[in-house]
């Protein structure tokens, strides 16, 4: 039996979580900065340090004690340490490494996008490599080709505006507040998607490359037009209509690396991979293959995903030492 500790702070999220043999989560703590970013419509970096020191032993603290367990019974730690903002992992890393050091036990590095697509192991026992995942959340869009538990190869991404952050940035112009994706995932309900024929971006060629940052403009630009005529827009309509084509560019990226890579199994993960219509829209399309998505509270950032990632990497021999440090932006599929 393995036991591990895994922190994550990459973001605005401090957590720690012990899973036992990489996808039995015995414990799963989360401490949320979102109140504190509110105000500012988005994750201030010096604001998050900050608040990631405040809270790291506190939430490593309830992680252990919610396990039942004590320190001494660990037999790895595992830490976020790319990619995401510097300062905000600097504080996961330097506590991993200090516990690592203190009990002597071996210290795993665990790549923030492996982590997310990880978490589909969790929720899905049946769930094992190869398979195609669609990794969606606030700075990331990727289409990715998960050959083996540590083997990742990038198929497409986002050229520009990651897709949680078009949702965020239009949330903000509509007047929803942060984080923008699950308010335009519940006010599209009340809205008509068809009302706006806001147009999907492809490139050339078999590209399986994003871009949001043009949807982004087109509905901004739509409400400020309506604005200007002296009408009211209809908010609803609007993120309905945002909604279904960004969603309906990711589900065909997604099935075309399916059926590049001849692969029968597709998942989601990220905060985005919360979205209903997204979910929906993949059900619908789904036509014999098999669908994976993790839970809402295990799309988000969290820090299960890392420790589930780390078991693999640990089986992988892949440790890091005391020279372990933060790495703001690393392709997931290198070291
Ligand atoms: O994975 P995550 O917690 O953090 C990053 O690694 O970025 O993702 C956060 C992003 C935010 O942009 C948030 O608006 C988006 O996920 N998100 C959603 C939904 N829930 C969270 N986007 C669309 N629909 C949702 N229901
Ligand atoms: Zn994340």
Not at 298 to 314: K, P, R, S, V
């Amino acid at each position: 039996m393995s036991l591990i500790l895994a922190i994550e702070s990459s973001c605005d999220e401090t957590a720690a979580a012990v899973v036992k043999d990489g996808r039995t989560v015995l414990s799963n703590v989360i401490s949320s900065q979102i109140e504190t970013h509110k105000k500012f419509g988005g994750v201030v970096p010096e604001v998050a340090s900050r608040k990631h020191l405040e809270a790291v032993n506190c939430v490593i603290d309830s992680a252990i004690s919610d396990a039942g367990i004590t320190l001494a019974d660990l037999d790895y730690i595992a830490v976020t340490y790319a990619p995401g903002l510097v300062g905000a992992l600097l504080v996961g890393v330097s506590a991993a490494k200090a516990l690592s050091l203190a009990l002597g036990i071996p210290l795993i590095g665990v790549h923030h996008i492996r982590g997310h697509i990880c978490a589909n192991f969790i929720d899905h026992a049946d769930l094992t490599p190869p398979f195609v995942c669609l990794v969606a959340s606030g700075g990331h869009s990727h289409i990715v080709y998960v050959a083996d538990y540590t083997e990742f190869e990038v198929l497409g991404q986002t050229r520009d505006d990651a897709a949680g952050e078009a949702f965020d940035k239009v949330a903000r112009v509509l007047g929803l507040g942060y984080p923008g994706g699950p308010k335009i995932d519940a006010l599209a309900k009340e809205g008509n998607e068809l009302a706006i024929p806001f147009k999907k971006v492809r490139f050339p060629g078999d590209s399986l490359d994003f871009s949001f940052s043009g949807i982004k403009t087109a509905v901004i630009n739509y409400y400020h037009n309506i604005e200007q005529k002296g009408e009211v827009p209809n908010k609803a309509d609007i993120a309905a209509s945002f909604q279904k084509s960004v969603c309906e560019v990711m589900v065909d990226h997604l099935l075309e690396a399916a059926k590049l890579k001849g692969c029968h199994k597709v998942a989601l993960a990220g905060g985005v991979a919360c979205n209903s219509r997204l979910r929906a829209e993949l059900d619908a399309r789904s036509d014999g293959l098999m669908i994976y998505y993790p839970s809402p509270i295990l799309c988000t950032d969290n820090a299960a995903m890392i420790g589930c990632c780390a078991y693999y990497e640990a089986l992988a021999s892949n440790f890091a030492d005391m020279s372990l440090n933060a790495i703001p932006y690393l392709g997931i599929d290198l070291k």
